[in-house]
């Protein structure tokens, strides 16, 4: 498979919890790692493949990963937690780097 | 802190060649086990992989480029380029680069970005 699939947008209420996904067959033997961007700016590591977390990263933010599918979940989504939520890992090869379409995260 | 700086021409003319390069403070771009990427971004759109280059000089390129990128690197300036030739309407992008500290995970891992630079292709 050479896609990686995120719904276009999500959102969430201050305070509650949110999974963002991000699908494709090649995530049944390759990990995601997930980044944030916020407008005007550069992507931020926000998960490591295997689901940890960069230090400085809230530890609100967690990953999971399930057959075709990896998961970013927000426990207690916050304001500053708005932006695009990028996943990205390979083809079922291996040989070609992949970026999901990204996911806008509205939290209102 | 290693911190990453892109710099380079931000209107091309079509047909012409993009020219790009990426200086890296706070470390050696050789001192360790490291990819060194290009990624782009088209205004509006997501996040496309141009390539990257391993300390060691090994490189990748994203097969829809494959023909016109080449990225290189330049251990005594402690910077790696990009080149993209023949552009169109269509390169127009934000044009970031990024740190690929993958270790033994099998696949990427940017942990470090530029700010990303504007590259306009217009006549």
């Known amino acids: 498979s050479s896609e990686l699939t995120q719904d276009p947008a999500v959102s969430v209420a201050l305070g509650q919890t949110v999974r963002i996904t991000c699908q494709g067959d090649?995530?049944?033997?390759?990990?995601a790692s997930w980044y944030l961007q916020k407008p005007g700016q550069a992507p931020v590591l926000v998960l490591y493949?295997?689901?940890t977390r960069p230090s400085g990263i809230p530890d609100r933010f967690s990953g999971s990963s399930s057959g075709d599918t990896a998961s970013l979940t927000i426990s207690g989504a916050q304001a500053e937690d708005e932006g695009d939520y990028y996943c990205?890992?390979?083809?079922?090869?291996?040989?070609?780097?992949?970026f999901g379409g990204g996911t806008k995260l509205t939290v209102l | 802190q290693v911190q990453l700086q892109e710099s380079g021409a931000g209107l091309v003319k079509p047909s012409q060649t993009l020219s790009l390069t990426c200086t890296v403070s706070?470390?050696?771009?050789?001192?360790?086990?490291?990819?060194w990427a290009w990624i782009r971004q088209p205004p509006g759109k997501g996040l496309e992989s141009i390539g990257y280059?391993?300390?060691?000089?090994?490189?990748y390129y994203n097969p829809s480029l494959k023909s016109r990128v080449t990225i290189s690197l330049h251990t005594s300036k402690n910077q790696f380029s990009l080149k993209l030739t023949s552009v169109s309407a269509a390169d127009t992008a934000v044009y970031y680069c990024?740190?690929?500290?993958?270790?033994?995970?099998?696949?990427?891992?940017?942990?470090?970005w530029g700010r990303g630079t504007m590259v306009t292709v217009s006549s």
């Open positions: 990024a740190r690929d500290n993958r270790g033994t995970y099998r696949n990427d891992v940017f942990d470090v």
């Open positions: 706070g470390g050696s771009i050789s001192g360790g086990d490291y990819y």
């Open positions: 280059i391993y300390y060691r000089g090994s490189t």
């Open positions: 090649s995530l049944r033997s390759y990990y």
């Open positions: 493949p295997k689901n």
């Open positions: 990205n890992s390979r083809d079922s090869s291996g040989n070609h780097v992949l």
